[in-house]
Nanobody
């Protein structure tokens, strides 16, 4: 079993920055893709950013392009999400997730990830 733990999160004012991290541990698991997803109040779950295991491919939701960067440290088995110029609409519970499906499947909004973190709350005030 792969465990994903997301410490961090927090509250900031609009325009501020936060960095989320996700630590992976447990049994070896050949994940193809890792992602950050979010679920905000009154909104459907949204895939925020995805990264291929090789680190050579990333994908972002249109709503966050230019403001948010996904990265990974394979040596430390961690996934990060640097969020800048935050907006109130970025307020949500953020989850990291992993899948062994293909990169193409990972990009599919309907993709069901194999493993999920417990989530961390991000609140952006105006």
């Amino acid at each position: 079993q792969l465990q994903l733990v997301e410490p961090g999160g927090g509250s900031v004012q609009a325009g501020g920055s936060l960095r989320l991290s996700c630590a992976a541990s447990g049994a070896p698991y050949r994940r193809t893709c890792m992602a950050w997803l979010r679920h905000g109040p009154g909104r459907e779950r949204e895939g925020v950013a995805r990264i291929h295991r090789d680190g050579d491919r990333t994908s972002y939701a249109e709503s966050v392009k230019g403001r948010i960067t996904i990265s990974q440290d394979t040596a430390k088995n961690t996934l990060s999400l640097q969020m800048n110029s935050l907006k109130p609409e970025d307020t949500a519970m953020y989850y990291c997730a992993a899948t062994g499906a293909s990169w193409g499947a990972c990009l599919n909004p309907g993709n069901s990830f194999d493993y999920w973190g417990q989530g961390t709350q991000v609140t952006v005030s105006s």
